[in-house]
């Protein structure tokens, strides 16, 4: 059985950080491009950043200097290091591994910038 399980979320202060991160079981990181979506309440989800099977990144433009994904092949667990966090960020933050055969989701982590 395969589970994405994202952890890391959480309320921070405008300009604080969060690093989430993504961990699977029943699949390798490693064979799939794996993104981080977010969907804010009232808006359709939408990519933040994929890391792919080769190790290629590419952020959406909103994450751009800001965002950075990663993949820890040893811990089978991909990253999102967030800096400069803005109020636009709260959202819940979804990771997602997919081929082209499957794709596969978690079930999401809170993330709330508020003062």
């Known amino acids: 059985q395969v589970q994405l399980v994202e952890a890391g979320g959480g309320l921070v202060q405008p300009g604080g950080s969060l690093r989430l991160s993504c961990a699977a079981s029943?699949?390798?990181?490693?064979?799939?491009?794996v993104g981080w979506y977010r969907q804010a309440p009232g808006k359709q989800r939408g990519v933040v950043a994929i890391i792919t099977s080769g190790g290629n990144t590419n952020l959406a433009n909103s994450a751009k200097g800001r965002f950075t994904i990663s993949r820890d092949n040893a811990k089978n667990t991909v990253y999102l290091e967030m800096n400069s966090l803005k109020p636009e960020d709260t959202a819940v933050y979804y990771c997602s591994a997919k081929n082209m055969f499957r794709d596969y989701w978690g079930q999401g982590t809170q993330v709330t910038v508020s003062s």
């Open positions: 029943g699949i390798l990181f490693s064979f799939f491009d």
